[in-house]
């Protein structure tokens, strides 16, 4: 009897022991983040052990990790590219004034050789009903010059100076360069000073015509104006007026296309006269154009301020000039006053 109960207990024992060390040992599996119930069958038994209610396999997730924004590649600065050898010229302003080079025909010299005519001035005539000038008389008396012709006006203080003319069509020689301007203007008479602003013709030896709008405040060049641009047939209006002591506007337009030029000077003017002038220009160096073929030449609309007081033509006892060759044969002659004493006609003779 006690025999078989220390069997009994004996195997009782043994069973306890082997399945504490399979609990153990395979009791749980890790695999990842995964955690999974095993069950093995232990080699003591020869039937499976029963198997409890089934489990579901679990996951466990990691809580998610927001990425950090991976910052955008910054582009390296351009380097610096090194300046051209020889940096590009500006292009010059297409409305900038240029001066007439010191070689080329220029108008704006003042009045060369100017004497009394022979009569002299006679009392002013009644002005013929005429719109053009080109009806109208020859004047007489008045001045004589080498390179004006036109009216003058020298007995006041002149501060403004306006009129209108038609460019005119011009021929030339057909062997040498010829030239010549129509303009309005203050001083130039009795004094070294001349502000003015008109329009010049040049034709080439070969008969090529060259007209532009200028502007000129003596003794400095004749400035071309490229902002209006002149053909025969254009009509012309100007004024140059003092708007405060020693401050000048020139303004001039083409009123056949629109084109005009207005700009502010300062300019000490002796304020002697003022004219309406065709001339026969010089080169820089004073020597005179042959005058070119202009047929004639049209002011009208002429006017002045003298001493404050505003007058045409006529009204200021303006006198005609006209140009002579070397031997006093005319040349250019000057109409006796139109249109009311506002208009005169300069013919080349």
Known sequence: MQQRLLIMWANSWLQHVLGVAVS??????????????????????????????????????NKAVKPKPTPAPVAA???????????PAQAPASAAPTPVPASQPSPGQGVKQLIAADPPPASSPSPPPTNNGSTAPPAT?????TNW???VAISGSYTSVSGSWTVPSVTGNGSTTTADAAWIGVGGVFSGDLIQTGTFNTVSAGGQVSSFAFYELLPDAA?????????????????????SPGQWQISITDN???????????????HSSAEWIEEDPSYGNGSQVPFDNFSSVFFDNGSLVANGTTANIGGADSKPITLVDSNGNPLATPSILTNNGAGVS???N
């Open 149 to 151: 012709a036109g009216y």
């Open 24 to 61: 153990v040992v395979l009791g749980a599996v890790v695999v990842g983040s995964t955690v999974a119930t095993v069950v093995v069958n232990s080699p003591t038994h020869k039937q499976p052990v029963k198997q409890g209610p089934a489990v579901a396999a679990t996951t466990k997730t």
């Open 77 to 87: 600065p351009a380097p610096a590219q090194a300046p051209p050898a020889t940096a």
């Open 223 to 243: 400035l071309v104006i490229p902002s209006v641009q002149v053909t025969a047939g254009d009509n012309i209006s100007a004024t140059v007026a003092e708007t």
């Open 141 to 145: 008396g008045g001045y004589l010059s």
């Open 256 to 270: 056949t296309t629109g084109q005009n030029f207005i700009t502010s000077v300062s300019y000490a003017s002796s």
């Open 346 to 348: 300069v013919t080349h």
